[in-house]
Structures are given as structure tokens and as C-alpha cells.
């Protein structure tokens, strides 16, 4: 009888063992395409964020939407995402909106529409976050370069010149971008978009004269950038994992920085291009438990114990 429980119990074993599937992290991709704030520090902001963010640190902010332009978040995220502490005024969630804090939840959140706080975390650590997002921006900054800027001057055409992939490169740094007083760029058939900025400040002033047609196209990768300032609008998506950002304007596109500042508005315009990416790529699985086989388990034990508690009383009974 004894051996009989023994071997159900190393069944239960192998099934619980069994029961951790493995959930893929995100790419930088993913990343860029469902969130519009990814502030791998601390973050605070006066104004709104349009999209789904992600909070490394601690975060005091304003108004945040769910899906404002049907990005679907990835899964077990949320529209709001901190692993540290919230604190300072009201916070407005619309849309119907989740929030999840992993530290002190010191900020009241207005959920308007149906949301709530989510006890559970996120799939993928904001350290695993960090790294993927770093590699992406040293990778893509080894690039050759394929497109070149212009002579600088008013209403300056920036013209891509992309690769039969659709993907221009353009290799320059933040001295260049100082000498641009306006602007506009020019797609020339490119589907992505990428700015490999080298230098570590910037105070960006350059006046954008197009429209908004490419802004889910374009990367702007401050791949050596520490402090970054902008005065004006950026369109695209901007990607500097260790810089401290502020912004005085809107930003049209997702925001990746180490802090931020925010004066000015995120609006989501999740990125919709083709990231070159390392090949092979073998990411980091996650493990993730398989919540019903592992409640089954549990029911299982539960079974065992009683029935070997039955048979222990019935032989007890039996010798008395």
C-alpha cells in the first residue's frame, strides 16, 4: 500500500515538474510595437502618455490610455507596468485600463472604463528587458551605413535610401542633428527607418516640416547616449537605454530611456517596421506555470493524504 502511495506521489512530482511551460520573451520588436513608454528607471511626467507603459522604477504620472490606437498589449502585461512604487497626484487610467504595481502603490489611480490593480507581475523582469533592449541598440549601431544626411539648411530633405529590404541606415551624431534648424524626411520607398546617433547630449531644436506618415517606421538609436533634451517634436520611435530623458514637446512614437522627465506628451505610434536582428537568435525562455495542471496536482495530494489517512485508521481499528 505504501509503495502504491509512493509511486503516486512520484507521478505528482513529474506532472507538477511538467507543469512549468516556457513563455518566450519579448524582442525589441514586440517591445517597441506594444508599449509607448518603456523607462527602464525612474520616470514622472505632467502630461499624458497615449499608450501602454512600462516602469522600471518608481513613476509619478498624470493620464494613461489602453489601446488608444488598437495596439494589442502583449501578453500578461498591462496598460501600466511598475516594478517599483507609484507616488504623487492622481493618476487618470482610461480606456478600462489595468495597473500593476510591484512596489507601493502611493499614487491614487482613476480607473475609467472597468480597470483594476493586477496583483500578478509581468512575464519578463525589467532586468531581462533592459538587456534585450541594449542589445538591440549596440547591434543596430554597428550597421553600415546605407543613407546619408544632407547639406544642413531650412526645410532640409532627409531622402532614405534603403536596401532591397526596405531598411535604411543612417550613421550620424548628435552634432549633426544640432545643425538641422528644420526639416523633413523622405521615405523613398523604405518601410524602416533607422538613426544611428552617436554621442552622449544632445539639446534637440530642429523644427519638423512633413507629416506623420512614417513616424511607426522610424528608429532614432541614441545608442551612446547619456542626458537627452527635446525642445521640439521627434517622430519615431526613440531608443537610448541608458540616457536620462526630458521632453518639452510631444514625442510621436515610443520613448525608451534609462528616466525620464516628461513635459510633453507621448503619443503611440507603435513602431510598425522590420528591426534588423542577429542571426541565429536564441533568447532566454521564462518559465511559466501551467495554473490548472498544477491546481489538478494539488487535488491529487489532497485525494492521497485522505486516503492514506483512511487506511492508516481502518489498521488501527483492525488491531484494537
Known amino acids: 500500500m505504501y ?24 524582442t525589441s520588436s514586440d517591445l517597441l510595437s506594444g508599449f509607448n513608454a518603456i523607462i527602464l528607471g525612474n520616470a514622472t511626467t505632467i502630461a499624458d502618455i497615449e ?33 517599483g512604487s507609484t507616488y504623487g497626484n492622481h ?18 489611480i482613476n480607473f475609467n472604463g472597468g480597470g483594476s490593480y493586477i496583483a500578478t507581475s509581468p512575464s519578463m523582469s525589467i532586468t531581462s528587458i533592459y538587456s534585450e533592449l541594449v542589445a538591440t541598440s549596440q547591434y543596430l549601431s554597428q550597421l553600415t551605413a546605407n543613407s546619408y544626411l544632407p547639406t544642413p539648411g531650412n526645410n532640409e530633405v532627409i531622402t532614405a535610401t534603403p536596401d532591397a529590404n526596405g531598411v535604411a541606415i543612417f550613421n550620424i551624431t548628435t552634432n549633426d542633428l544640432r545643425l538641422i534648424p528644420s526639416y523633413r524626411i523622405a521615405a523613398n520607398s523604405a518601410t524602416t527607418v533607422i538613426f544611428n546617433v552617436s554621442g552622449s547630449t544632445l539639446d534637440f531644436i530642429a523644427n519638423y516640416q512633413g507629416d506623420d506618415s512614417l513616424f511607426d517606421h522610424i528608429v532614432w538609436n541614441f545608442f551612446e547616449a547619456t542626458n537627452l533634451e527635446f525642445e521640439t517634436l521627434l517622430g519615431g520611435s ?3 537605454p541608458n540616457a536620462s530623458v526630458q521632453n ?19 503619443h503611440e505610434y507603435a513602431f510598425d517596421g522590420a528591426l534588423p536582428t542577429p ?29 492514506w489517512s483512511v487506511r492508516r485508521n481502518s489498521a488501527a481499528g483492525a488491531k484494537d
Open 3 to 26: 509503495k502504491s502511495i509512493f509511486y503516486c506521489c512520484i507521478l505528482v512530482m513529474s506532472m507538477l515538474l511538467t507543469a512549468t511551460g516556457y513563455a518566450t520573451p519579448l
Open 51 to 83: 499608450g501602454a507603459a512600462i516602469i522600471g522604477g518608481n513613476f509619478s504620472g498624470a493620464t494613461l490610455y489602453l489601446n488608444p490606437r488598437n495596439i494589442m498589449l502583449p501578453t500578461t502585461f498591462n496598460a501600466l507596468n511598475v516594478y
Open 91 to 108: 493618476m487618470n487610467m482610461n480606456n478600462g485600463g489595468n495597473a500593476y504595481v510591484g512596489g507601493t502603490a502611493g499614487a491614487t
Open 238 to 240: 526613440v531608443l537610448a
Open 248 to 266: 518639452h514637446n510631444q514625442i510621436d512614437g515610443t520613448l525608451v530611456a534609462n528616466s525620464w522627465t516628461g513635459q510633453g506628451e507621448l
Open 279 to 307: 542571426t541565429p537568435r536564441q533568447p532566454t525562455v521564462t518559465p511559466e506555470p501551467n495554473v490548472f495542471v498544477l491546481f489538478a496536482c494539488g487535488l491529487l495530494l489532497i485525494g492521497l493524504w485522505r486516503l
